[in-house]
């Protein structure tokens, strides 16, 4: 069982390049979510899904966009990329938030990107 | 909106001593509570949880104890050894639609030898 798999697991990119960031996990989970941390600071959500088709903006959606078509996968989009979205990435999952008892996120191992 | 706020860090021990991480939260549903540690370039790992009241979730020597009077999930651990040096995140989820995990901001802790 490989859990919450997150690829690449760093970049550096150049102003204005794009990038995915991919997310997989082989849970059958519903809920998934993109944080990212900065240096220093907690974790900040970016974007999360409740299931295959539906996606909701987080507390820092600017500058990203995602999708979700499978249950399994959950990329994140960087279209211009800029130096204030230098960090590390996490991608989360979880069960069942209706059953406290199955309630657990799964993290990823991150992916940290640099933009200079 | 839901919240968690946590003690600020750094927090520096030294090795066998007693640890507390203060949480505290503001929960407009009847939240689960988490701790979730995070080593160094590694990812969050669960550490601990508990679902309702009066619940004391443990694990590794850590216990936390869900006290809905004071809205609060203090960690304590009678005896911190090196290895527990890491980030240190509180985090709640709630029953309302929409709503998300919410984590507290991180408390750093190092244990010196």
């Known amino acids: 069982n490989a859990g919450v798999t997150q690829t690449p697991k760093f970049r550096i990119l150049k102003i204005g390049q794009s990038m995915t960031l991919q997310c997989a996990q082989d849970m059958n989970h519903n809920y998934m979510y993109w944080y990212r941390q900065d240096p220093g600071m907690g974790l900040k959500l970016i974007y999360y899904s409740v299931g295959a088709g539906i996606t909701d903006k987080g507390e820092v959606p600017n500058g990203y966009n995602v999708s979700r078509s499978t249950t399994e996968d959950f990329p994140l989009r960087l279209e211009l990329a800029a130096p204030s979205q230098t960090s590390v990435y996490f991608c989360?999952?979880?069960?069942?938030?209706?059953?406290?008892?199955?309630?657990?996120?799964?993290f990823g191992q991150g992916t940290r990107l640099t933009v200079v | 909106g839901d919240s968690v706020t946590q003690m600020e860090g750094p927090v520096t021990l030294s090795e066998e001593a007693f640890l507390t991480i203060n949480c505290t939260y503001t929960a407009t549903g009847y939240p689960s509570l988490f701790w979730y540690v995070q080593y160094p370039g590694e990812g969050l790992q669960l550490l601990l949880k508990a679902t309702k009241a009066d619940d004391k979730g443990s694990n590794k020597g850590f216990e936390a104890t869900y006290r809905k009077e004071t809205t609060s999930f203090h960690l304590e651990k009678g005896s911190v050894q090196v290895s527990d040096s890491a980030v240190y995140f509180c985090?709640?989820?709630?029953?309302?639609?929409?709503?998300?995990?919410?984590f507290g901001p991180g408390t750093r802790l190092s244990v010196l030898p």
């Open positions: 989360a999952s979880l069960l069942d938030r209706g059953n406290p008892l199955n309630t657990e996120a799964f």
């Open positions: 985090a709640l989820i709630t029953d309302n639609y929409g709503q998300n995990f919410v």
